[in-house]
């Protein structure tokens, strides 16, 4: 028979009365309460992952430490050490203990690595967990790991790419870029990601040839980046009155009643020659 975590002598009714305390601040309650269940079931991760929670709030940090440690070592394989991780993420994000966060998705990264679909869901989380909280070079590192692991996915060098434009680091970006569309050259994004890039620096002739490839693969974004790249500026002009006042109307009576007309003023507007749907 399959052990329950629901029997009368597992612990779980004291787990979740410790729960309770926990949500309800009532910590020295919930350390009872848990501590009863794990003399009941010591095997359970989750048990002394609530504990140092719950230690954790009356500021005993050392033992709350050595729980959640306990939590981890005590995981029986990468999907129970998965889930773990992940609830610690969360609680120390709240707590905004940052260079736990940290800490913890660095074990994150290590797991699953006889499963390559997984693998790479847990580098890509710990990658955009390290984005949230700001650390963009550590989140480049992970793309670059995924990137030497994976050569002949484009996916990866273009998410690397649009970091290092993110962060101004648009010579980087493009090669990573023009090597994802030869990999994947039917990628709308990638040509996109590419037009971005160029238009960062200035090049907008190789922007707007990017932009256009992108938008011929069905890129809408990109159709309004070219439209706007192939746009022809045209004037119409105004009567700029001497009271500051202006008018639409040209000739000496246009601002009759406003002291006059002072000079003539050309508007520039934009007319585009491509629709985007």
């Known amino acids: 028979m399959i052990a329950s975590y629901t029997t009368s002598n597992s612990g779980e009714s004291k787990f979740k009365e410790a729960q309770q305390y926990l949500a309800d601040k009532k910590y020295h309650e919930g350390i009872k309460a848990i501590n009863i269940?794990?003399?009941?079931?010591?095997?359970r991760t989750d048990f002394y992952e609530l504990r140092g929670k719950l230690l954790q709030e009356v500021q005993d940090t050392i033992h709350s430490k050595e729980d959640f440690e306990k939590t981890l070592k005590f995981s029986q394989n990468d999907s129970i050490k998965n889930q773990r991780i992940l609830e610690l993420i969360e609680w120390d994000l709240k707590k905004g203990d940052t260079a736990e966060v940290k800490k913890l998705l660095l074990e994150e990264v290590m797991l699953y690595k006889t499963d390559s679909i997984k693998h790479i869901q847990t580098v890509e989380y710990a990658a955009s967990t390290f984005l949230a909280i700001g650390?963009?070079?550590?989140?480049?590192?992970?793309?670059?790991?995924?990137?030497?692991?994976?050569?002949?996915?484009?996916?990866?060098?273009?998410?690397?790419?649009v970091l290092f434009s993110l962060i101004k680091k648009n010579n980087l970006a493009i090669p990573?870029?023009?090597?994802?569309?030869?990999?994947?050259?039917?990628?709308?994004?990638?040509?996109?990601?590419?037009?971005?890039?160029?238009?960062?620096?200035?090049?907008?002739?190789?922007?707007?040839?990017?932009?256009?490839?992108?938008?011929?693969?069905?890129?809408?974004e990109a159709c309004y980046e070219y439209r706007e790249l192939i746009a022809r500026t045209r004037y119409y002009q105004i009567s700029r009155c001497c009271d500051g006042t202006s008018s639409n109307s040209i000739g000496r009576g246009a601002c009759s009643h406003h002291n006059g007309v002072c000079r003539i003023e050309n508007v520039p507007y934009k007319e585009y020659t491509i629709t985007c749907n």
């Open 37 to 43: 269940a794990i003399r009941k079931d010591s095997a």
């Open 176 to 220: 990573l870029f023009k090597e994802a569309i030869r990999i994947e050259p039917k990628n709308d994004q990638y040509y996109y990601n590419l037009g971005i890039s160029y238009l960062n620096i200035k090049n907008k002739t190789k922007a707007r040839k990017f932009f256009k490839q992108s938008m011929e693969l069905g890129n809408k």
């Open 135 to 161: 650390d963009t070079i550590h989140a480049i590192q992970l793309f670059s790991h995924l990137e030497d692991q994976y050569p002949l996915q484009g996916r990866f060098k273009n998410q690397k790419g």
